[in-house]
């Protein structure tokens, strides 16, 4: 299976590295590039044309937003999936309206990043009309199953041994991809998928 091709944006250069050094890990993502804000990234993906764009929101010259609805437009075939140290809603559904596939919380677990990476090998392949549950890594699954089954995020964390502030990234993320808002949602989806039963 051919390595994921990742783009790395941040303006931070000790950032970048961190994350590069991260992606290198993993055996099937390749680092293709990095830039330093929106504007070197879309010159970065006319050029390279990486399968998925990691990509910071606050920049100089062009924010992550902008540049992101830009890489939606002008290549649909490159994912971006967006690295904030903001995980409330305030922050997110800008995010997920620009056109990314979703994003991963600069407070999450570094182990979070690669598999959020490799969540994306899919999409990036172009096939959006699967399942949205397929696209949830399996640590999303767990937390999905848990939360419908009624369990709060500090004893979510506890049973995965993770902190609250991972499992709240897991959430927001599967909430995102599978167009979940509330709780309540998330629990009739789980019913609706035989996740859960009454």
Do not use: W
């Given at each position: 299976m051919p390595k994921?091709?990742?783009?790395?944006?941040?303006?931070h250069t000790i950032v970048r590295d961190g994350i590069c050094?991260?992606?290198a890990l993993a055996g099937d993502i390749e680092?293709?590039?990095e830039a330093a804000n929106g504007n070197e990234a879309l010159k970065m993906v006319k050029e390279l044309e990486p399968d998925v764009v990691l990509m910071d929101i606050a920049m100089p010259i062009m924010g992550g937003l902008e540049a992101t609805r830009r890489i939606n437009k002008e290549f649909p075939r490159t994912k971006v999936l967006v690295l904030t140290?903001?995980?409330?809603?305030?922050?997110v559904f800008p995010v997920i309206e620009?056109?990314?596939c979703g994003f991963i919380s600069k407070a999450a677990a570094s182990s979070d990043l690669a598999s959020g990476m490799e969540n994306y090998q899919h999409t990036a392949g172009g096939r959006v009309n699967q399942d949205p549950y397929a696209q949830l890594t399996e640590r999303e699954r767990d937390v999905l199953k848990l939360l419908a089954e009624g369990h709060s995020t500090q004893e979510i964390?506890?049973?995965l041994v993770i902190t609250p502030k991972t499992v709240e990234g897991h959430k927001t993320n599967l909430m995102s991809k599978l167009g979940i808002h509330n709780r309540i949602e998330l629990v009739k989806y789980a019913l609706r998928k035989g996740i859960i039963t009454i």
């Amino acid at each position: 299976m051919p390595k994921i091709r990742v783009l790395v944006v941040d303006d931070h250069t000790i950032v970048r590295d961190g994350i590069c050094a991260l992606l290198a890990l993993a055996g099937d993502i390749e680092v293709a590039g990095e830039a330093a804000n929106g504007n070197e990234a879309l010159k970065m993906v006319k050029e390279l044309e990486p399968d998925v764009v990691l990509m910071d929101i606050a920049m100089p010259i062009m924010g992550g937003l902008e540049a992101t609805r830009r890489i939606n437009k002008e290549f649909p075939r490159t994912k971006v999936l967006v690295l904030t140290q903001y995980d409330d809603k305030e922050y997110v559904f800008p995010v997920i309206e620009s056109g990314a596939c979703g994003f991963i919380s600069k407070a999450a677990a570094s182990s979070d990043l690669a598999s959020g990476m490799e969540n994306y090998q899919h999409t990036a392949g172009g096939r959006v009309n699967q399942d949205p549950y397929a696209q949830l890594t399996e640590r999303e699954r767990d937390v999905l199953k848990l939360l419908a089954e009624g369990h709060s995020t500090q004893e979510i964390a506890d049973m995965l041994v993770i902190t609250p502030k991972t499992v709240e990234g897991h959430k927001t993320n599967l909430m995102s991809k599978l167009g979940i808002h509330n709780r309540i949602e998330l629990v009739k989806y789980a019913l609706r998928k035989g996740i859960i039963t009454i």
